[in-house]
């Protein structure tokens, strides 16, 4: 599978083989609402060309960027992993294209595989650490 997004292409020949039927490029437009704050996270996204910003938003409705993510990650995969709920919403800044794959279908495979799942958490941790 072609992709610019830098967490797939580290993915692990087995592990891209056993995902690929279920990942799905999927244009983003700018402004499009992917998660809110406390809703179930169905899908992952992986952007290809799209930009997204994470946002935190405050008891009094205002909102702070906490991060901008492009091809070098991905969003929603600590919530994947860990059947959890959005934090933060996530939102297409810069409208393009991005790689979609269920959450559930990622968790089985994270579940089933070590080198996956471990991929997936010090990836997190790497875009976190840049947040702070």
Same mark, same amino acid.
């Given at each position: ?12 020949? $087995? %592990?891209? +083989?056993?995902?690929?039927? /279920?990942?799905?490029?999927? #244009?983003?437009?700018? @402004? ?26 405050? $008891? %009094?409705? +205002?909102?702070?960027?906490? /991060?901008?993510?492009?091809? #070098?990650?991905?969003? @929603? ?29 990622? +968790? ?25």
């Amino acid at each position: 599978m072609e992709t610019r997004n830098f967490v797939l292409r580290a993915l692990g020949a $087995a %592990d891209a +083989r056993a995902l690929a039927d /279920d990942m799905r490029d999927v #244009e983003l437009r700018s @402004g499009d609402v992917l998660y809110e704050p406390d809703y179930s996270v169905e899908w992952v996204y992986f952007p290809q060309t799209a930009v997204l910003s994470v946002v935190n938003v405050m $008891a %009094d409705g +205002r909102t702070v960027e906490s /991060d901008t993510v492009g091809c #070098e990650s991905g969003v @929603g995969v600590l919530a994947a992993l860990g059947s959890a709920v959005a934090t933060s919403r996530t939102f297409t800044q810069i409208p393009g294209i991005a790689t979609r794959l269920s959450a559930s279908k990622l +968790r089985l495979r994270a579940d089933l595989s070590p080198n996956l799942r471990r991929l997936l958490v010090r990836h997190s941790l790497a875009n976190l650490a840049q947040a702070h």
